[in-house]
T-cell receptor
Framework: AQSVTQLDSQVPVFEEAPVELRCNYSSSVSVYLFWYVQYPNQGLQLLLKYLSGSTLVESINGFEAEFNKSQTSFHLRKPSVHISDTAEYFCALIGGTSYGKLTFGQGTILTVHP | DTGVSQNPRHKITKRGQNVTFRCDPISEHNRLYWYRQTLGQGPEFLTYFQNEAQLEKSRLLSDRFSAERPKGSFSTLEIQRTEQGDSAMYLC??????????????FGPGTRLTVL
């Protein structure tokens, strides 16, 4: 069985501050890891993904995540957040034999205050 | 718009009634997924299709739930004899077949079901 745990349900930060959203996973097989974002009143959108190769992956809007196999983590970071980053963020995985089925964490609500 | 569409966006029904939701995937995508998301939780996998074949069903999908994708294009999810516990957001996603896991799933806006 596979599982994803997002350690913080809510993260409030001030604009231009750094942020880290934590994600840990459990799986007995190799995994592919994803971060999805859901802006208010919008559908889920893929933010970034780790499939193989470099353990540090980046999104086009300044987020990055690092795959750490020994700690089974895939934390999401941004050095300076904007008001527009306010959204709910979901960490998810696909296990090696799950045929593309995503297993999601519980979500972290990021609120950026001016 | 060439994204995933879902109809209706909202559905309010009384307990015991049947409801049906529709999902239209991105046209060239042959994989289609259904997920359910309850308040404060991440989406949970329900079932998926490759073309018209339903290849996997979650244990969450009780006998009251049925999904079809008759021509490998749009899909329907039917819930019979709805219960209050069925109240949730039902999400549809589509993708191309995975190549080394690289199968970004594109999500629709969801159908919010409220069972009174």
């Amino acid at each position: 069985a596979q599982s994803v745990t997002q350690l913080d349900s809510q993260v409030p930060v001030f604009e231009e501050a750094p942020v880290e959203l934590r994600c840990n996973y459990s799986s007995s097989v190799s995994v592919y890891l994803f971060w999805y974002v859901q802006y208010p009143n919008q559908g889920l959108q893929l933010l970034l993904k780790y499939l193989s190769g470099s353990t540090l992956v980046e999104s086009i809007n300044g987020f990055e995540a690092e795959f750490n196999k020994s700690q089974t983590s895939f934390h999401l970071r941004k050095p300076s957040v904007h008001i527009s980053d306010t959204a709910e963020y979901f960490c998810a995985l696909i296990g090696g034999t799950s045929y593309g089925k995503l297993t999601f964490g519980q979500g972290t609500i990021l609120t950026v205050h001016p | 718009d060439t994204g995933v569409s879902q109809n209706p966006r909202h559905k309010i029904t009384k307990r015991g009634q049947n409801v049906t939701f529709r999902c239209d995937p991105i046209s060239e995508h042959n994989r289609l997924y259904w997920y359910r998301q309850t308040l404060g939780q991440g989406p949970e996998f329900l079932t998926y299709f490759q073309n018209e074949a339903q290849l996997e069903k979650s244990r969450l999908l009780s006998d009251r739930f049925s999904a079809e994708r008759p021509k490998g294009s749009f899909s329907t999810l039917e819930i019979q004899r709805t219960e209050q516990g069925d109240s949730a957001m039902y999400l549809c996603a589509s993708s191309t077949p995975p190549a080394s896991g690289d199968n970004e799933q594109f999500f629709g806006p969801g159908t919010r079901l409220t069972v009174l």
